[in-house]
């Protein structure tokens, strides 16, 4: 301690030769005083929370009192170390009641960790001594880091408290002995009379008021550092670092990838991707759900539907991406098409490719999801596509029913995001918009109430679709590096698609979503309607955890079984599972795919593991 004091008087006697440009001629100091109280276990272990809630429960109070001293508030703001002096005591009775501080430093803001960690320390290192001479040390630290703006206080209040026998240096601590561990907290009436002990030595009201602004700057300056990270950042730069390649198509291996593109009638550029392992008398076709794509069926990071299928027989695979598809931008836009568009137009158009592609006498079979199949089955039903030979259909059809709270945000979310807050879209990527943008304000308010995960993206995703924490999917079906990429897997959505399926959820049932309009005269207005003259066997599949679509397939199974006995649907609930987790899932290709094959097989003739 004395070596620092002697080193930091060479410092100040070489600057405050500086004058008007530098330190000032004469130092001028700043102090103020501080309370902090908590609870310490003895001898403690390796958790603070622990150790906090053990030394409450056995009584182990602990306090200090101390005034924290800048000697020249000019050169802490350029001391690296940024060192102040502590003094005053601190009383825990289980130890040894009061100690008198013999010498105590104070550490404003030092960095911790690597710089990409976005973490800084506040230290205070007390060396204690009581009245019958019992020495001890002790170092505690405030954790501050980027958690979000909200856990200033959380952070700066809290100290993370050891104590050790005798005069300990950091050096030291490893061999030391520890006394005791907890937690000390700045309660929020000992911070307000904090507020009113700032004091200084200048000699006019100015130099104290700019000793004063100067220490200020810097903790805020510091907060801004660490905190405002996040509003610096614009999404490119928080995005840069990614484990997956976007669109990456590398986890399908050993086959043949062509990209088929097309247009649709009404003048709708898409695509679909054929995944070709050898020629097939079945062929599978995939359509994804609403702001997903192609990317779902052939994630890296498991086994993915696109590569179990080539595995188990089914070696001619196409997948769908629609005008929903993430891979597009017709949703980055206002617009007003419903999924009767999609079924009048995307569908259709995507089926003849396949058929012009694939040729005479193949066996075509569907798996859908989400929106992309109530999309489908609007298609099936509504007479506009045929030659279909079976059809697997994950979380909801043609009967959607949702959570009630999905109903309320049905309800009014299209009203509020487009004619009130004026969003073009929902993006589950806001939270990393730049600055003070309005979607990254709505994206933090909805991650207060998400505390299931860290994952913003993901906290969005919940309030898009369904209800839950999560809604899409379970927590513990996804692999952790699926989760950190869920932003780069669902995208973002405009508002009248939801008007169809809120105008679908009160009736129960999909109908035409505007029945003067003549551009869908050729679709039925409730597609139920046609389900007698619709022989297509179709494998109904949900996860029992479904917090998006609920029971929406069973309903669908149970209903078409009425209105058309002696169909040859099935119907699968694969326990544990959610709506999305079910087509990508870590053991997707253990509990869900097998059952997808075993349907298809025994729609087609015959066919063997690949």
Known sequence: MATATKNRSKKNAGKSKLGKTGVNSHPVSLEFTEEMKGFVSMPGSFNYQEDYAAGKKAGNYLMFHLTIRVNDTQFFVYDPDETGEAIGW?????????????????????????PSANEKHMKYRLFLKNKAGKKITLNGFKKVVDDGILNIWRDTSTLYTTVYEGYVDEKAEPKATVL????????????????????SNGRTFSERKDALFRFGELFMGNLWEIYGAQFRKAEPELWRERDIPVFTLEGVKNSKITFHPFTTEDKIALNLVRFQKKESKDVVVLMHGLTTSTDMFVMPEHKNLVTYLHENGFTDVWSFDWRGSLRFNYNLFPHRYTLDDIALYDVPAALKVVKDAVGAGKRIHFVVHCVGSISFFMSLFGGKIDGVTSVVSNSVSLTPNVPTWSKIKLAFSPFLMESIFRFPNVNPRWHYLPGFASGKVLAKFVSLFHHECDEPACHMLSLMWGTGWPACYEHA?????????????????SMNYYRHIRKAVGRKAMIKYTPTDNRYDALPNNYLDKASEVKTPVLFMTGDQNKVF????????????????????????AEGYGHQDTLMGKKSDKDVFPKIVEFLRKNSNGVKKG
């Open 477 to 493: 079906n996804l692999p952790d590096i699926t989760h950190r990429r869920v932003g780069d897997l669902f995208g973002a959505t």
């Open 90 to 114: 601190v009383e825990c009775q289980p130890l040894g009641g009061r100690f008198e501080v013999e010498k105590g430093v104070f550490n404003c803001f030092v960095d911790y960790g690597k």
């Open 550 to 573: 609920k029971d929406s397939n069973i309903i669908a199974y149970e209903t078409l079984n009425r209105l058309n006995p002696g169909n040859k649907n099935e119907l699968f609930i």
């Open 180 to 199: 005791a561990k907890g937690i000390l907290h700045i309660l929020e009436k000992d911070f307000i009379k904090q507020m009113t002990t700032f004091k």
